[in-house]
């Protein structure tokens, strides 16, 4: 995948996070801003406050899921201590743990359901509007390996990370305009921006692929 790496300004990425967070009480003005009036009831839902402990109870599950499958993984080659009580006991073991990995469900639907939040939504949005007022002229073209990308949530659900997951719920269930636009800029993620490398002064974003 192509992608660009430019120099942002830090200070002016944060003012504009940090002046579209406040506008949570003019829906309508901050949709205009965004360029992004005909999605006017997304940013009216995104501005209000909603809960999201399901995020903790997802991650809660993922983990115990990563945890049954490392069990699994160790029986079938045998680093278990399960290996000296025979196969027909490693084979009801194995049975057991994978029937306990289908009671918890579709993993799939934890990521899904948390990007189709209107507030994460409004939020890459923002996020994306601080890239585009604050970096410099100084773009660079590179072709890059998707693995090679760092997205903070996908990872945190990928990892079954709680420590990250608190921090998470609990700086997004705030009111819009007291979410720390640090967090938002560094450990979010956007639709275009990728990241914010506020050491560096450096910004990654998506790209459509230049032409030969």
Known sequence: M???TATFDPD???ARASELLALSDSPERLAERL???RDLEVVKKGVTSTSFK??????HKLKHFVEVNKQIEEIKSDKSMLRFLGSGYKEKQIAKLEAECEKLG???DAPKWFYQQPRVQLLSAIRDYALDGSQQGDAVWAEIERQEL???IAAMFEKADKAFAEELVAQIEKPLKDIDPRFLLEKFE?????TFDFDKGMAMYYSPAPAH
């Open 2 to 4: 192509y992608i660009i």
């Open 12 to 14: 002016a990425a944060f």
């Open 35 to 37: 360029g992004i009036t």
């Open 54 to 59: 399901r995020v903790l109870n997802d991650v």
């Open 106 to 108: 579709s993993l799939i």
């Open 150 to 152: 760092v997205f903070p």
């Open 190 to 194: 956007g639709n275009r921006s990728v």
